[in-house]
């Protein structure tokens, strides 16, 4: 008997309901490559996050994303740095997820209810026109090489962190 025969798998189970709207925004600049943009969007749909702001031209590839390019606002700019400036005078909390002399480990940071993960591009990581804007900075500790993990990869692990701490939104 495989798996998908078995009377206790469940291939696909209904989202869970949240308590309350997220209070979170995933802030992306352009990124080198459209599948990392469309795993942020489906890892957004998935998180119970309405709001991912896209800087550029990257399309959202709609096999990747799945439904959560139709279920979530993608709001696109061509730079982020102004549109940061008026969530931060809105109340939200600028969280960078970067490697910096002075950023906290993913693993002991308490976020913010109500913030916005900003994220870098692949290459060369968050602005440095970005950095002063930032509450914090978060980091994911790196084991082995390379030095670092993909832009998405880490997005994922650092909003089930968040998840994790706010579990009902």
Known sequence: MTSEESPDHVRHRPPTALDKPRSVIVACPQFKSAINLSRIVRLAGCCGIEHVIACGN???????????????HIERRRT?????????????SLIGLEQTKTSKDLHHFCFPRKMVL???HER??????????????????????????????????????????FPNG
Do not use: H, W
Not at 58 to 72: E, G, P, Q, Y
Not at 80 to 92: I, N, S, Y
């Open 58 to 72: 990257n399309r959202i590839d709609a096999t990747v994303a799945r439904d959560a390019a139709k279920s979530l």
């Open 124 to 165: 060369i990581g968050i602005d440095a026109s970005i950095m002063p804007l930032l509450d914090e900075v978060v980091e994911i500790p790196v084991y082995g090489m390379p030095y670092s993990y993909n832009v998405a990869t880490a997005t994922t692990m650092a909003l089930y962190e968040y998840c994790k701490q």
């Open 118 to 120: 900003v994220v870098g």
């Open 80 to 92: 982020l740095p102004q549109r940061l400036v008026e969530l931060k005078a809105d109340g939200f």
